[in-house]
């Protein structure tokens, strides 16, 4: 008998359905599977007997075919074993129903006849929907996963005995319902906030415009000033996360195998990424045989953090300049590219000097000028230029620690909301969303200068001699800073303002 089995199979996050067709023909028993199955799939075979055979279900010893088609789509992973185990069970008879057109099974099979876990569920399921589909059979540990996707009828399954019966109607398995609000309620406990933070109300401030206007930023200062907390904070003054936002970010961690636990079936808060300097261009950006998405995809919608930003190689730094610009990355691989988007908030660090002390008032810096000149030119000038904001971080002072009392995330944000929703509004149709991403045609045209502020502005120019990269920069961020300030156009105070975030700019 001729069985006729669904699943789907991703290319980066577009998904494609494939057919597989198990046919029992006359001849020695054998087992072929054809329709363009790289290695893994090719395997299996023995994995898929051995799992009929010990989950006490009668294996037929006969000549399969096993076509999986398109055939000119390159199968890859684990995530078939089950839906050609349910294929051959269909086409020895087994299963008492041959075809199951709505349905798709996903999941790998060990020897015992258990059902395994896979990656990139969430994605799978969404794509589903497109073709279709009314029923997914997933291994239980990815059942939460799959119901985020509400239209459709997901169970759960732990083992491939469980499935027959299923299939069969000789059980009944519970549908996996969850609760998305459930999702987006915040739990106090593992919040960072920044009323944590001591003192540094300039460099609170700078992140409180990074926020505002979504630009990139590079903290500089002296080890133990506080870059790495104040970073790690970013996020919890960001806008909250749409379904769709979460969404997006979730398929890209289910791709990358980081979904764990049912609590994560849904990620509703934005991704912060820490990635070790030593990290490789291709950790970066993404890649490998199956191409996974790089730490700036697993940063969609949040940030990405560069701790020791001239630590990083130079071509991992280089890697960066596209993906900075354009928001997506594409992955080239044999006979094929994916894209995986990356609309991610750059935060980087470093020290001002290699021994970390240049301009502090706690010690001495040990370095020359040419050794510090040399640690600067690390990061390449285009580089920088998609930086808009420097800031130096000081170091505390004792009495700061003691005495302050901070202004928590939640005020911060509040203002940072509101700016976002004043850029919303006035980019309605131009295809960006913030201050950021405005191109100097858009610059010419939102950020024009009083002849006042056009005064500081050359008069900056001259006395810390900016280069002509530093022009467009300061002008965003004045825009960023007008914003916040719930003010139409840019003022003389606004400019003065951004003119301090150059601070690496200022010779
Ligand atoms: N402004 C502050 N308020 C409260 N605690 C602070 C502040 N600054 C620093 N700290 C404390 O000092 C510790 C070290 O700070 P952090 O690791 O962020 O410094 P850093 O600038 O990243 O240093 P490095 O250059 O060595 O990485 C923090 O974990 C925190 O406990
Ligand atoms: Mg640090
Ligand atoms: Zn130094």
């Given at each position: 008998?001729?069985?006729?089995?669904?699943?789907?199979?991703?290319?980066?996050?577009?998904?494609?359905?494939?057919?597989?067709?198990?046919?029992?023909?006359?001849?020695?028993?054998?087992?072929?599977?054809?329709?363009?199955?790289?290695?893994?799939?090719?395997?299996?075979?023995?994995?898929?007997?051995?799992?009929?055979?010990?989950?006490?279900?009668?294996?037929?010893?006969?000549?399969?075919?096993?076509?999986?088609?398109?055939?000119?789509?390159?199968?890859?992973?684990?995530?078939?074993?089950?839906?050609?185990?349910?294929?051959?069970?269909?086409?020895?008879?087994?299963?008492?129903?041959?075809?199951?057109?709505?349905?798709?099974?996903?999941?790998?099979?060990?020897?015992?006849?258990?059902?395994?876990?896979?990656?990139?569920?969430?994605?799978?399921?969404?794509?589903?929907?497109?073709?279709?589909?009314?029923?997914?059979?997933?291994?239980?540990?990815?059942?939460?996963?799959?119901?985020?996707?509400?239209?459709?009828?997901?169970?759960?399954?732990?083992?491939?005995?469980?499935?027959?019966?299923?299939?069969?109607?000789?059980?009944?398995?519970?549908?996996?319902?969850?609760?998305?609000?459930?999702?987006?309620?915040?739990?106090e406990k593992?919040i960072l906030n920044f009323s944590e933070v001591s003192g540094q109300e300039n460099v609170k401030r700078a992140l409180e415009v990074a926020a505002a206007?979504?630009?990139?930023c590079?903290l500089v200062g002296a080890p133990g000033s506080g870059k790495t907390m104040m970073a790690r904070r970013v996020t919890t003054i960001?806008?909250?996360?749409?379904?769709?936002?979460?969404?997006?970010?979730?398929?890209?961690?289910?791709?990358?195998?980081?979904?764990?636990?049912?609590?994560?079936?849904?990620?509703?808060?934005?991704?912060?990424?820490?990635?070790?300097?030593?990290?490789?261009?291709?950790?970066?950006?993404?890649?490998?045989?199956?191409?996974?998405?790089?730490?700036?995809?697993?940063?969609?919608?949040?940030?990405?953090?560069?701790?020791?930003?001239?630590?990083?190689?130079?071509?991992?730094?280089?890697?960066?300049?596209?993906?900075?610009?354009?928001?997506?990355?594409?992955?080239?691989?044999?006979?094929?590219?994916?894209?995986?988007?990356?609309?991610?908030?750059?935060i980087?660090s470093?020290n001002p000097?290699?021994?970390g002390y240049?301009g502090s008032s706690e010690k001495e810096?040990?370095?020359?000028?040419?050794?510090?000149?040399?640690?600067?030119?690390?990061?390449?000038?285009?580089?920088?230029?998609?930086?808009?904001i420097?800031i130096d971080v000081p170091s505390v002072k004792y009495n700061n620690f003691k005495n302050s009392v901070s202004e928590s995330s939640e005020e911060i944000k509040s203002r940072v909301?509101?700016?976002?929703?004043?850029?919303?509004?006035?980019?309605?149709?131009?295809?960006?969303?913030?201050?950021?991403?405005?191109?100097?045609?858009?610059?010419?045209?939102?950020?024009?200068?009083?002849?006042?502020?056009?005064?500081?502005?050359?008069?900056?120019?001259?006395?810390?001699?900016?280069?002509?990269?530093?022009?467009?920069?300061?002008?965003?961020?004045?825009?960023?800073i007008?914003?916040l300030?719930?003010?139409?156009?840019?003022?003389?105070v606004?400019?003065?303002e951004?003119?301090q975030y150059?601070c690496?700019?200022?010779?």
């Amino acid at each position: 008998m001729l069985s006729n089995i669904k699943t789907i199979a991703l290319q980066g996050l577009d998904g494609i359905i494939i057919t597989i067709e198990v046919d029992i023909t006359e001849g020695m028993p054998s087992w072929e599977i054809v329709g363009l199955p790289d290695a893994s799939i090719k395997e299996s075979r023995e994995r898929i007997k051995s799992a009929i055979k010990n989950s006490g279900i009668e294996f037929f010893n006969k000549k399969y075919i096993v076509n999986l088609s398109p055939a000119d789509i390159r199968k890859e992973g684990a995530m078939l074993d089950l839906p050609i185990a349910v294929g051959v069970l269909a086409s020895t008879g087994i299963l008492s129903e041959g075809e199951f057109n709505d349905t798709i099974f996903i999941g790998e099979l060990a020897l015992d006849g258990s059902v395994r876990k896979v990656n990139g569920v969430l994605p799978i399921c969404i794509e589903a929907l497109k073709y279709g589909i009314k029923k997914v059979i997933v291994p239980i540990e990815n059942a939460n996963e799959a119901a985020v996707v509400q239209n459709l009828e997901v169970y759960g399954v732990s083992n491939l005995i469980q499935v027959v019966n299923f299939l069969n109607k000789k059980i009944n398995l519970q549908r996996t319902i969850v609760d998305i609000e459930k999702f987006f309620k915040k739990t106090e406990k593992d919040i960072l906030n920044f009323s944590e933070v001591s003192g540094q109300e300039n460099v609170k401030r700078a992140l409180e415009v990074a926020a505002a206007g979504s630009h990139n930023c590079l903290l500089v200062g002296a080890p133990g000033s506080g870059k790495t907390m104040m970073a790690r904070r970013v996020t919890t003054i960001l806008p909250d996360l749409t379904f769709e936002e979460s969404l997006q970010i979730t398929k890209i961690h289910s791709i990358a195998g980081k979904i764990k636990g049912e609590n994560e079936a849904l990620i509703t808060r934005r991704p912060f990424r820490s990635p070790h300097h030593t990290i490789s261009p291709h950790g970066i950006i993404g890649g490998g045989k199956i191409p996974k998405p790089g730490e700036i995809s697993l940063a969609h919608n949040g940030v990405l953090f560069l701790d020791e930003l001239p630590e990083f190689s130079r071509n991992t730094l280089e890697v960066l300049r596209g993906p900075l610009e354009d928001r997506v990355v594409t992955i080239s691989r044999v006979g094929a590219s994916l894209s995986y988007p990356c609309n991610f908030m750059l935060i980087a660090s470093m020290n001002p000097c290699p021994c970390g002390y240049y301009g502090s008032s706690e010690k001495e810096c040990t370095c020359d000028e040419r050794k510090r000149n040399m640690y600067r030119a690390r990061i390449s000038g285009p580089l920088l230029d998609r930086i808009d904001i420097q800031i130096d971080v000081p170091s505390v002072k004792y009495n700061n620690f003691k005495n302050s009392v901070s202004e928590s995330s939640e005020e911060i944000k509040s203002r940072v909301d509101k700016a976002r929703k004043i850029q919303n509004e006035r980019y309605n149709n131009l295809g960006i969303f913030s201050n950021s991403e405005l191109t100097p045609k858009l610059i010419r045209k939102f950020c024009t200068l009083n002849l006042e502020s056009e005064n500081i502005m050359q008069k900056a120019f001259e006395k810390f001699k900016f280069s002509a990269r530093a022009y467009s920069r300061i002008l965003k961020l004045a825009r960023t800073i007008a914003d916040l300030d719930g003010k139409e156009n840019i003022e003389a105070v606004h400019i003065t303002e951004a003119i301090q975030y150059r601070c690496l700019d200022k010779s």
